[in-house]
């Protein structure tokens, strides 16, 4: 993976969401190892540009596009979404759940499950089926299947959600790992995450005016 | 991409096995349908003889459609959808994954289960060999031609009741050659007018396994972007 000339740039970008205009004439550009922290209020678009931004929604105008990586793949491949739901399975335990996003986004083997597991101290409760998780612990599983397999491209939408203080600072510093290999994130959140290499996208007509 | 492939059919079916997934139900309410006919009809064994293909084909249309909407809504409602679509594998794949594992959990058991109601309703024991195999032929074509109908209701509240409208239709020719291939047998012509029922039930089920996922995925796409 050559990441050293990745970069993610979207022009022109119209957003519109049940006939309503959501945002127009969006354009930004984030390269390898910058963080862009999506901010406005309710209803700005931050979480309709990271669905467009993985293929999740039609862009209505403008284009988005990924330079660096492997030729062959999309966005979405090269990509880790993660919304405001957390995808889990009540019924699987945590490290079954891990094992299997593993397996089906090609990512690495157990050892990859195992570091992802302590990364968002979920260890402990690996055996556990998610039924039984606090929100707080569903959000931090489903944030530790970013780590199962290495994708260039971070989309994270409200991630501190649900988290406590700890659990905030190891998010910090996972997103700074992940940036630091030349990694790309970009993030809705209302919470200042401290990242260094993060710049400011401001949506919202009102927040503009 | 076969890895992701199978670990997919292996989740689903995991998942429909556990509690709470619905695996048992379609069998449970097969057996229901098919052990009130005989109180219904009543007790006389050659009406029951002449009802019994078709009630258990009958019993196995209705019962493969219960579990349907299901199929992708579960995965939509908690958000795996959007990962799923993110993966290596096309919504076809993704489509053909879940068929597969929804015929495993919901199909299977229920061409188990049929012989067992078969002589509750008094089929004469020669015929369950081809009971069975026209059931284990036919009913592959069920879950892929459900899956349309499952993707194009994944975004309807309840909508098990409208996928079943739309799709009951296209099940209409798996029921006619299915029961075909045994009346045929009780005719006498077993070798030639049963066999001949059981090729066209493999046509229906390969047909359906081309076309069925093909159109979930772009029912799909149509529903959710």
Redesign the interface.
């Known amino acids: 993976m050559t990441t050293s000339e990745l970069r993610l740039a979207a022009r022109d970008l119209t957003c519109i969401r049940g006939g309503r205009l959501v945002f127009e004439g969006l354009s930004f550009e984030v390269r390898a190892g910058e963080a862009l922290v999506l901010t406005g209020p309710n209803g700005a678009g931050k979480s309709s540009l990271l669905r467009q931004i993985a293929g999740l929604l039609e862009i209505e105008q403008g284009e988005i596009a990924l330079a660096g990586g492997d030729p062959e793949l999309g966005i979405s491949e090269k990509a880790h979404y993660a919304g405001h739901l957390d995808g889990l399975k009540p019924s699987m335990s945590a490290i079954e759940t891990l094992r299997f996003w593993a397996a089906y986004l090609g990512g690495g083997d157990d050892a990859f499950v195992e570091r992802a597991l302590e990364a968002m101290a979920l260890a402990p409760l690996a055996d556990l089926p998610v039924a039984y998780l606090s929100a707080g612990q569903k959000r931090r599983l489903s944030l530790a299947r970013l780590a199962v397999c290495p994708r260039p491209l971070w989309l994270l939408d409200e991630p501190s959600v649900a988290l406590d203080a700890a659990s905030v600072g190891r998010l910090r510093g996972f997103m700074a790992a992940h940036l630091a290999q030349g990694g790309i994130i970009v993030a809705a959140t209302h919470l200042d995450l401290g990242l260094a290499n993060a710049r400011e996208l401001r949506l919202g007509r009102e927040a503009a005016a | 991409m076969r ?2 492939f ?3 059919v292996a ?1 689903d079916i ?2 429909a096995a ?4 619905g695996g048992g139900m379609a069998v449970f309410f097969f057996l229901t349908v098919v052990a009130i006919v005989p109180l219904g009809v009543g007790p006389d064994r050659p009406v029951l003889e002449l009802l019994a293909p078709g009630m258990l084909w009958v019993g196995l249309l209705l019962a493969s459609l219960l579990t349907l909407d299901r199929m992708f809504q579960a995965d939509v409602e ?3 959808f ?8 096309p919504l076809e794949l993704v489509a053909v994954a879940k068929s597969l594992a929804h015929w495993v959990v919901t199909g299977l058991p229920l061409v188990v289960a049929a012989p067992v109601l078969g002589i509750l309703l008094n089929l004469p024991p020669e015929r369950m060999p081809l009971l069975v195999g026209a059931m284990l032929v036919g009913t592959p074509a069920l879950s892929f031609i459900g899956a349309v109908g499952a993707a194009l209701t994944v975004g309807v509240r309840r909508g098990g009741l409208l996928a079943s409208l739309l799709v009951l239709p296209f099940y209409i020719p798996v029921l006619i050659f299915g029961v075909g291939a045994i009346e045929a047998a009780a005719g006498g012509f077993e070798g030639q007018v049963g066999m001949q029922a059981l090729l066209l039930l493999g046509g229906l089920t390969l047909a359906s396994f081309a076309i069925g996922p093909l159109g979930a995925a772009a029912a799909l796409r149509a529903n ?2």
């Open positions: 890895r992701a199978l670990a997919l989740r995991r998942l556990g509690i709470g997934g908690d958000g795996s959007d990962l799923l679509s993110m993966g290596p594998l959710l972007r």
